[in-house]
């Protein structure tokens, strides 16, 4: 573990997501045919299909979604790329509209990685090398022109349906989503995602896709599971998620594990990293080529 290129570890969640991971111009479908017969939807009277919404589910996801403000819990954290599959203890610590960090630290020891995404920004910290990539959500233009930012990447770690560029999604924005039995979709340009649902009404998979005319299709399946009493909701304690990405060069598969130990509220921790002035930054291309080595 003393070897092992932490930055790169962290990267890998983190770059994958912000190049490109999410949306896709094509219809949007999870172990089912792309194509479906016009005859299984209704239609207008021009011939084009006719969006149908179950409000009441819609909503009542919207509702599940948990109203505490801080979600903190150690975590074993374990990521699969390449030929490395990794389990690394760690922390999580997760304020409502300020930050989502992820801390390893091997037998709960010292920190050796930092993977933090706030409101304006992208850090990922080694702190064996003492390297740190910092970048903005501005600096993308993937995620400018797409209305991707912190709190669309917010609501996947927490669990909650999202509209790109909707800080807040209410009840009455319902019927901006279609549905399909226990699936909601939202289509937005080349930006597609569909939500599977269980019976209780919580989400079980986030899917999303996007499609590239040079770089290929990027797709993330986002897992959700073992959900516990957290206040007044549940919240799933274990998220696996998978990207395949070719926004990187070449076509990469990365999987990767949260499973949350113990979830508490607390308050008591600081939401901005101060990196060290000792720390050396390194560039986005250098990282990615350490991604495509694993």
């Not at 064996?128 to 995620?143: A, C, E, P, R, T």
């Not at 986030?206 to 399946?221: C, E, P």
């Amino acid at each position: 573990m003393k070897k092992l290129n932490y930055m790169a570890v962290m990267a890998c969640i983190a770059v994958p997501l912000i190049l490109g991971s999410c949306g896709s111009k094509k219809k949007l479908a999870d172990n089912t045919p792309a194509s479906t017969p016009a005859t299984t939807q209704p239609t207008t009277p021009g011939g084009a299909p006719e969006k149908t919404t179950n409000l009441a589910l819609v909503r009542k996801v919207i509702d599940n979604a948990t109203d505490a403000r801080n979600i903190v819990s150690s975590i074993d954290f374990n990521i699969k790329a390449g030929k490395k599959d990794i389990t690394v203890d760690g922390k999580i610590c997760m304020r409502r509209d300020e930050v989502i960090r992820i801390q390893l630290s091997p037998m709960g020891l010292v920190e050796v990685g930092r993977l933090e995404f706030t409101r304006d920004s992208v850090l990922i910290m080694d702190r064996i090398h003492k390297q740190y990539l910092k970048s903005g959500y501005d600096q993308v233009s993937f995620l400018k022109n797409n209305g991707i930012d912190f709190y669309a990447l917010q609501a996947l770690f927490w669990n909650q349906l999202f509209e790109p560029g909707k800080k807040v999604l209410t009840a009455s924005e319902a019927s901006h989503f279609e549905t399909d039995g226990n699936q909601i979709a939202l289509q937005k340009g080349k930006l597609g995602f569909l939500w599977n649902t269980d019976d209780e009404g919580r989400i079980a998979k986030t899917v999303a896709s996007y499609n590239s005319s040079s770089k290929g299709t990027s797709k993330l399946d986002w897992n959700y599971a073992d959900f516990k009493a957290f206040g007044s909701k549940m919240f799933p304690t274990r998220q696996s998620f998978t990207i395949q990405t070719a926004a990187t060069g070449s076509t990469k598969t990365i999987g990767a594990t949260i499973s949350m130990k113990r979830l508490k509220t607390d308050s008591d921790w600081e939401t901005t990293t101060k990196v060290p002035s000792k720390y050396s930054p390194v560039n986005l291309k250098d990282v990615i080529n350490q991604i495509l080595k694993m």
